[in-house]
């Protein structure tokens, strides 16, 4: 049960870091949840696509690792580095911080222009892919038999942070719009990368 909960936390604690940052998915999905239109589409088609990417890269991966044993030493590695690095580059935007454009001015739209702007800013992402397939499938693959609590951890990150950001848009609002709140969210997204990473090479002497 702690080893289930251990990789169902580290899922959450990986998607979130991840997912909340300054963009232009987050920020259109912030400015409707302000204008109140389509809030709930939006938000479902977010969270329910981080899931099936997410999916995605914990099953293909996982099978693979499972065929390779060598494969899983150059996952840890690798994601190590990559978490090192994405860490770093928290850290320092820690030190210049930026804040959302949530100015909810503007004529209103379709529920048809506000679905495919929101498929679009998702599917047609690179960095959705890397993060998502490629990242945290990787890393999902590493828990075993728990993967799939781990890509359950972090595709309810995925509906926590856009239903935060959608329906509590209006209190989010003067938060996001202020550089020292995303001071403060980049050096813990630092934390958290940095620790797992960490915890990825240690993992290492364990097998």
Request: aromatic fraction near 8%; include cysteine; hydrophobic fraction near 60%.
């Given at each position: 049960?702690?080893?289930?909960?251990?990789?169902?936390?580290?899922?959450?604690?990986?998607?979130?870091?991840?997912?909340?940052?300054?963009?232009?998915?987050?920020?259109?999905?912030?400015?409707?949840?302000?204008?109140?239109?389509?809030?709930?589409?939006?938000?479902?088609?977010?969270?329910?696509?981080?899931?099936?990417?997410?999916?995605?890269?914990?099953?293909?991966?996982?099978?693979?690792?499972?065929?390779a044993d060598w494969l899983?030493?150059?996952?840890?590695?690798?994601?190590?580095?990559?978490?090192?690095?994405?860490?770093?580059?928290?850290?320092?935007?820690?030190?210049?911080?930026?804040?959302?454009?949530?100015?909810?001015?503007?004529?209103?739209?379709?529920?048809?222009?506000?679905?495919?702007?929101?498929?679009?800013?998702?599917?047609?992402?690179?960095?959705?892919?890397?993060?998502?397939?490629?990242?945290?499938?990787?890393?999902?693959?590493?828990?075993?038999?728990?993967?799939?609590?781990?890509?359950?951890?972090?595709?309810?990150?995925?509906?926590?942070?856009?239903?935060?950001?959608?329906?509590?848009?209006?209190?989010?609002?003067?938060?996001?719009?202020?550089?020292?709140?995303?001071?403060?969210?980049?050096?813990?997204?630092?934390?958290?990368?940095?620790?797992?990473?960490?915890?990825?090479?240690?993992?290492?002497?364990?097998?």
């Amino acid at each position: 049960m702690s080893r289930v909960l251990a990789s169902l936390l580290a899922g959450l604690g990986l998607g979130l870091s991840l997912i909340v940052a300054i963009g232009a998915q987050n920020a259109f999905v912030l400015r409707q949840g302000l204008r109140r239109e389509h809030v709930l589409a939006i938000v479902a088609i977010c969270a329910l696509s981080d899931a099936v990417l997410i999916t995605l890269g914990v099953a293909g991966l996982g099978v693979l690792i499972e065929q390779a044993d060598w494969l899983l030493v150059v996952v840890r590695i690798a994601g190590a580095a990559f978490l090192t690095w994405y860490g770093v580059r928290s850290a320092m935007r820690a030190f210049r911080p930026g804040a959302l454009d949530t100015d909810p001015a503007g004529s209103p739209i379709s529920l048809r222009s506000a679905v495919l702007t929101v498929l679009a800013l998702t599917w047609l992402n690179p960095h959705v892919y890397l993060d998502t397939v490629v990242l945290l499938g990787s890393i999902g693959a590493t828990h075993g038999d728990n993967r799939w609590w781990f890509a359950l951890g972090a595709a309810l990150g995925s509906v926590a942070w856009f239903s935060a950001l959608g329906f509590g848009s209006r209190m989010l609002r003067p938060l996001f719009a202020r550089p020292a709140s995303w001071r403060i969210l980049d050096g813990l997204i630092a934390v958290v990368m940095i620790a797992i990473a960490v915890s990825l090479v240690a993992g290492l002497w364990a097998h």
